[in-house]
């Protein structure tokens, strides 16, 4: 997944040149000159449909552009068949637009999942779903934000990397075979973008985050996080799967320099 991300940002080098002019109106830009830009380094020439059965529910403005609150869905009985195996989230005028890609199985039910993200500016929210066959489905959403992805920073290195990895996870009781249960996951990581700043050298901190999360209940693949720069900070989410009988939750979280993080939940029926 990390050579994924290196090979679209490089895709994507005129799409940050096109969101670094338009800041002062990204309202009238972000769709023709930035979005247009990203869905061609994406997707190439692919078709793909606006549709409301994949919905971005989030503020209209943000109190932080470096927390911002979002929940995707999945309506599957609107999609009318159309099943979705994998989920791309953007944010249109970040440095770094890709903020995560979901990976689904058939075990989440009518997805559902809240996580918090990054916004450098003003800027639209998308998500594509992609189908296995590769048809491609498109959900958008303006949300006002700004500050997230640079700025100034302590470089309190030992400290942060003590810290680094401490998992929480949680699965709501009562559980019962065949209905949705929620899980929440939170991983304790600064997720710095790269693009941060050292108060003290003035030289930018490398990039340092989690890049991966895997998913599994009772030995199965439930769901698989690639993550991106564009994921806030202490990376949380909170989804909804359908348990076939007990079992364990397990996650495995890595970063980008290879490091590897876990923990499990005994769920009973």
Same mark, same amino acid.
């Given at each position: 997944?990390?050579?994924?991300f290196q090979r679209w940002a490089g895709q994507?080098?005129?799409a940050v040149a096109l969101s670094m002019t338009s800041v002062a109106n990204v309202y009238a830009e972000a769709d023709p000159?930035?979005?247009s830009v990203m869905k061609e380094a994406f997707f190439a020439k692919r078709e793909m449909k606006e549709v409301d059965f994949i919905k971005i529910d989030a503020p209209k403005r943000a109190e932080?552009?470096?927390?911002v609150p979002v929940t995707y869905s999945i309506d599957n009985a609107a999609a009318n068949g159309v099943v979705i195996k994998k989920?791309?989230?953007f944010v249109d005028a970040n440095p770094i637009p890709v903020t995560a890609i979901y990976?689904?199985? /058939?075990a989440l039910g009518d997805f559902q999942l809240s996580t918090r993200i990054r916004f450098e500016t003003d800027a639209y929210v998308r998500l594509v779903g992609e189908t296995a066959d590769g048809q491609l489905y498109l959900a958008s959403r303006v949300i006002r934000a700004a500050g997230g992805c640079g700025g100034m920073v302590e470089n309190n290195e030992a400290e942060i990397r003590a810290a680094a990895g401490r998992i929480k996870m949680n699965v709501e009781s009562p559980v019962k075979v065949g209905t949705p249960t929620t899980a929440t996951?939170?991983?304790k990581h600064i997720m710095r973008t790269g693009l941060?700043? /050292?108060?003290?050298?003035?030289?930018?901190?490398?990039a340092f985050y989690i890049n991966k999360v895997d998913f599994v209940y009772a030995g199965k693949p439930l769901m698989t996080v690639d993550v991106g720069v564009g994921t806030a900070e202490d990376p949380y989410f909170k989804f909804s799967f359908i348990p076939a009988s007990a079992g364990k939750l397990e996650a495995v979280a890595t970063d980008n320099e290879g490091k590897t993080f876990s923990q499990a939940f005994e769920v009973k029926i």
């Open positions: 997944m990390g050579m994924q994507l080098a005129v000159k930035l979005w932080s552009g470096a927390q989920l791309y989230a990976h689904l199985t /058939d996951f939170n991983i941060q700043r /050292d108060l003290v050298s003035q030289g930018y901190v490398p």
